[in-house]
């Protein structure tokens, strides 16, 4: 039987079903996490062959074990994934150690996590990105700001997702960075970009072992991340209901730029909301970073109800067979909307659920763990045309 070791299959809890879509194409699905045993859900459990609950996954050699004693008992290790950008460097660092040859090794990290390596396979892929500066000194930030002008961006060079992101719109700001940024730059390597005046636009793929895609969609984020994380925001974006040529064209050559083979991804994309010299007309379609790894949280949940799928089998099967026959069904756009708690709506939570009634297709609190970026309570409604998908974002709003 072939083995898959799944690194913290807990979590996000939808996970699970990435777990028992494998144990059903007939993989030996074993978890390593800190979560004890008895307080995994039931469906994880039924999922996985076998469990190594470790102290803490953030113990590299209490992992390391845990991967070396399912090779003595279950034999060679085939696959070792967690599909959770928090753990991208030590599957890999693991993969490395054990010679698992089916998926990213130690030295790719420096071109999928960290944000100044990655633009060099975006220009390789023909996609323009931001310009940068790796920040090392107050002097050296001035001579980029010169160049680009404010507002400029700085966040950790490797880092996930909106943490530690700021908005830097004049000198006194920058002084303020420099003086009192969590964490300081003397300690983390931050890079400065210059700002783009756009939304976001997400290419998420299956990439099968050929390195073409076996299944694409995409989500548009309207806001900022880091101003929903910042400002604590409410938090909407949506799936597509069909995904635009332009972000399949970009996602499609940055695959083949970073050689991505058997993976499921979630390249991030500009889209400017405004003409921009050196970059082009508003519309175009510019590379901001490149996940190597399912988009987090219940994005895959809205991928299904948005396209009347499976990502899960389509993913497993990928990992098990190299393909799929996972049909899709009717389109629609699928759209995410997360609300903070204590602020008021447009419609509230009864007006939401009736005017939308036969489309909510999810709603429930959000995890703890994922509020800061996402919120305290979400939906996910289908909504078939443009003109319905404008009028949910107005209804969703404060």
């Known amino acids: 039987m072939r083995n898959f070791i799944f690194i913290s299959p807990n979590f996000p809890t939808n996970y699970w079903m990435f777990c028992k879509r494998l144990k059903e194409?007939?993989?030996?699905?074993?978890?390593?996490?800190?979560?004890?045993?008895?307080?995994?859900?039931?469906?994880?459990?039924?999922?996985?062959?076998?469990?190594?609950?470790?102290?803490?996954?953030?113990?590299?050699?209490?992992?390391y074990r845990a991967v070396a004693f399912f090779i003595y008992k279950y034999g060679e290790i085939e696959w070792l994934e967690s599909n959770n950008e928090y753990w991208l460097e030590r599957d890999a660092k693991l993969r490395t150690a054990f010679h698992i040859m089916s998926g990213f090794q130690e030295t790719d990290i420096p071109r999928i996590k960290f944000k100044s390596g990655m633009k060099e396979y975006y220009k390789k892929a023909g996609v323009l990105t931001a310009r940068y500066y790796l920040v090392e000194d107050e002097q050296g930030c001035r001579d980029f700001i010169k160049k680009v002008g404010y507002p400029v961006i700085v966040k950790p060079d490797n880092g996930v997702g909106a943490s530690n992101t700021y908005k830097l719109k004049n000198d006194e700001e920058l002084l303020d960075f420099l003086a009192n940024g969590h964490p300081s730059y003397k300690d983390v390597q931050y890079i400065m970009e210059e700002f783009i005046y756009a939304e976001v636009n997400s290419y998420d793929a299956v990439i099968g072992p050929d390195g073409e895609p076996i299944f694409e969609t995409g989500n548009v984020t309207p806001n900022s991340i880091m101003d929903i994380v910042n400002n604590a925001d409410n938090s909407i974006y949506y799936i597509r209901k069909e995904l635009p040529d332009d972000v399949r064209e970009a996602g499609r050559a940055t695959v083949k730029a970073f050689e991505v083979k058997s993976r499921f991804v979630h390249f991030e994309f500009f889209r400017l909301t405004q003409d921009m010299e050196g970059f082009g007309k508003k519309g175009k379609v510019i590379g901001l970073e490149v996940n190597m790894r399912p988009c987090g949280g219940f994005t895959p949940d809205m991928m299904n109800y948005a396209h009347s799928t499976d990502v899960y089998k389509i993913w497993a099967?990928?990992?098990?067979?190299?393909?799929?026959?996972?049909?899709?069904?009717?389109?629609?756009?699928?759209?995410?909307?997360?609300?903070?708690?204590?602020?008021?709506?447009?419609?509230?939570?009864?007006?939401?659920?009736?005017?939308?009634?036969?489309r909510v297709m999810q709603h429930c609190p959000i995890p703890e763990a994922l509020s800061g970026a996402m919120a305290n309570y979400m939906y996910l409604i289908n909504v078939d045309t443009d003109e319905e998908l404008e009028q949910l974002l107005k209804d969703s709003v404060e």
């Open 25 to 63: 194409n007939g993989m030996n699905v074993l978890g390593i996490g800190d979560c004890p045993y008895d307080n995994l859900m039931p469906e994880l459990k039924g999922s996985l062959n076998e469990y190594f609950k470790v102290s803490s996954l953030e113990n590299y050699d209490e992992v």
């Open 317 to 358: 099967d990928m990992i098990a067979f190299g393909s799929t026959m996972v049909p899709e069904g009717k389109h629609a756009h699928c759209v995410f909307i997360g609300r903070r708690d204590g602020k008021s709506f447009t419609l509230d939570h009864e007006a939401l659920l009736e005017k939308y009634s036969g």
